[in-house]
């Protein structure tokens, strides 16, 4: 497993174009919807500012886009092109491949928080204490894992023509549901009942509760937890029932 995790590390590393577009992609959006707005004009009863509460918002919906659109589509890539039952030939484990695909995403998921923290202290002049700094970028880093493990899932649900369109389906509904895109503060009530439980609204509500300067929600905790232990599991299986049909 743990030459596996090397294997896809230095693949996503040379994928020169994928990490550019990772690194690119939320920058540029968190430039554009932040643009003519004021730093400190607080959106609804978030308590935070536009330039704070997106900021969050756009270093998580990148670090979706890099974990759950790009892990979805190489593992289709993978299976159609055999590397996947060169593996079943290994004594790898379920659970050892979604471990390995989940390491390898977080390579790219760390860099483009990173940019996203400069671009928003540089041009739109956040300012923060170091520990929320610190905190921001462990929590929203290790909450990539969730939708890590959700990528490799669709990756083993769908087939290489269908995966694409799903998996973009999947990341639009979680991120404008989720309130990555429009606070969700404007939902309607009942939406935002729903909203509460959505792994992407508790993602982006752990970073938020740190901006504010308070302890992040149980709520929004547990609800990532179960997440991944759903998404991990179901990936994990689906890697073993493509085994059995191989």
């Not at 994928?15 to 730093?39: C, H």
């Not at 593992?75 to 050892?96: D, F, M, N, V, Y």
């Not at 610190?134 to 995966?163: E, N, P």
Request: glycine fraction near 10%; aromatic fraction near 12%.
């Amino acid at each position: 497993m743990n030459t596996l995790i090397k294997l896809e590390v230095a693949r996503t590393l040379r994928n020169k174009k994928f990490m550019f577009f990772s690194l690119l992609y939320p920058v540029l959006l968190y430039l554009m919807i932040s643009a003519g707005v004021k730093t400190d004009s607080p959106v609804g009863d978030t308590k935070l500012s536009f330039a704070l509460l997106y900021m969050v918002s756009m270093a998580s919906f990148g670090a979706i886009t890099s974990v759950l659109v790009g892990n979805s589509e190489r593992i289709a890539k993978e299976r159609e092109k055999g590397w996947t039952r060169q593996l079943r030939l290994t004594a790898l484990p379920g659970h050892g491949y979604v471990l390995a695909k989940i390491a390898s995403a977080a390579v790219v998921t760390l860099p483009s928080i990173l940019v996203v923290f400069a671009s928003a202290a540089a041009v739109k002049g956040v300012r923060l204490e170091t520990w929320q700094w610190l905190a921001l970028t462990g929590t929203i880093w290790a909450g990539s894992c969730v939708f890590a493990a959700l990528g490799v899932a669709i990756g083993y649900a769908a087939t290489g023509d269908a995966v694409r369109p799903i998996a973009m389906i999947v990341y639009f509904g979680l991120s404008i549901l989720g309130g990555l895109w429009f606070p969700s503060t404007r939902f309607p009530s009942w939406l935002k009942h729903i909203a509460e439980y959505v792994p992407t609204h508790a993602y982006a509500g752990l970073g938020q509760a740190i901006e504010r300067g308070d302890t992040p929600g149980g709520k929004d905790l547990v609800i990532l937890v179960g997440y991944l232990l759903i998404f991990a599991g179901a990936a994990a299986w689906l890697y073993r029932r493509d085994t059995h049909k191989s």
